[in-house]
């Protein structure tokens, strides 16, 4: 048995902006678990905001990959990694997992999705992003992804223009769908005024209006929204998801935030046993990570799966998309490969 890790930074197209912040290099870490000619594959993408960092990542993988000794037994991986660190470091567990799943399901000769019995359904037409720029740039990424084929858009908000930027958004492509994701940034009388433009504009879902912590003001809001109000920076664990169902209309669930396909399938039955919708997201990460999310997409409502669409340099491929659609792999495994390999 060996295990590997390597760390690559990956880049966007162009400059991806949210309220938080702006990047264009997201370093990923990508491990590998070899056993009897297999090999199992994860990326981790780390992500600030959930307390992890390139740096503490590759700090505290040796202790997670050590956790992997039998890569069937998945409930004592999880076991392990949560005793090692119980509520830290969710996109390295992701990994960790995820290379288990994808051996276990090359030494079964089958997709990852089918080892775990999921639905061969189709999976939801993904939005893809509209990130936070200057309003003419905004203007031109609509359209150019109008003009691949996307027919719904997601649109990162959180500044003093967001009404500007609905506006010249629906213009731009009338008729797309649009989601929005103010990314925590809105004050409650500031979400208040928007869920009215957002409804007008027929906007079909809001992400997190309001600061991750503000439950209260999130349930006040949804008493008087038409418009679905979903979570995301609200959710770090799986236990959480009860508390939002008083709270919100839906879930965004991340393999990264939530550590692992194993955790995200836990988060997404609870879910839909208190009566949420769900939508399967991503971070920005390549295929391999991206194919993961596709394996479990079949089960949600939405899905949110751009990320390696929004990459320059996306070391793996295999998965097929017609703009916003992506078709579930069929190769044992995550369905992916490296690129050049």
């Not at 509520?87 to 990852?112: F, I, N, Q, T």
């Not at 999976?123 to 992003?129: G, L, R």
């Not at 995301?232 to 550590?259: I, M, R």
Request: include cysteine; hydrophobic fraction near 45%.
């Amino acid at each position: 048995m060996t295990l590997h890790t390597e760390t690559l930074e990956l880049h966007t197209r162009q400059p991806f902006g949210i309220a938080r912040w702006t990047h264009s290099a997201y370093p990923r870490t990508f491990v590998t678990f070899e056993q009897d000619g297999l090999t199992g594959r994860g990326e981790a993408a780390p992500n600030a905001f959930y307390g992890e960092t390139r740096t503490t990542l590759e700090a505290v993988l040796p202790s997670l990959t050590a956790a992997l000794t039998d890569p069937w037994d998945w409930d004592g991986l999880k076991a392990r990694m949560d005793a090692t660190f119980p509520h830290d470091h969710p996109s390295a567990k992701c990994a960790v997992s995820m290379a288990a799943l994808e051996w276990c399901a090359r030494a079964s000769g089958v997709p990852v999705w089918r080892l775990l019995g999921l639905s061969p359904s189709r999976v939801p037409e993904s939005s893809y992003t509209v990130s936070l720029a200057e309003l003419p740039d905004m203007r031109q990424q609509a359209r150019d992804a109008v003009e691949r084929g996307h027919r719904v858009l997601k649109v990162k908000l959180g500044t003093d223009r967001d009404v500007q930027i609905i506006e010249a958004l629906r213009e731009e492509a009338p008729g797309t769908a649009l989601r929005v994701d103010a990314n925590a940034a809105w004050t409650r009388p500031q979400a208040r005024r928007m869920l009215a433009v957002l409804d007008a504009a027929g906007v079909e879902l809001v992400e997190q209006p309001l600061a991750a912590h503000d439950l209260e003001g999130h349930r006040e809001l949804r008493r008087h929204s038409r418009v679905p109000i979903m979570a995301d920076e609200s959710l770090h664990h799986v236990s959480d998801v009860p508390a939002l169902a008083e709270c919100f209309d839906a879930v965004n669930l991340k393999l990264a935030k939530l550590g692992g396909p194993l955790r995200t399938l836990e988060a997404l039955r609870t879910a839909r046993a208190l009566g949420m919708s769900v939508m399967m997201g991503c971070m920005i990460e390549s295929s391999l990570g991206i194919a993961a999310g596709v394996a479990l997409a079949g089960l949600c409502d939405w899905a949110d799966l751009d990320g390696a669409l929004l990459l320059a340099d996306d070391p793996y491929h295999g998965l097929h998309w017609e703009a916003g659609h992506v078709t579930r792999p069929q190769a044992p495994g995550w369905g992916v490969e490296r690129t050049g390999a």
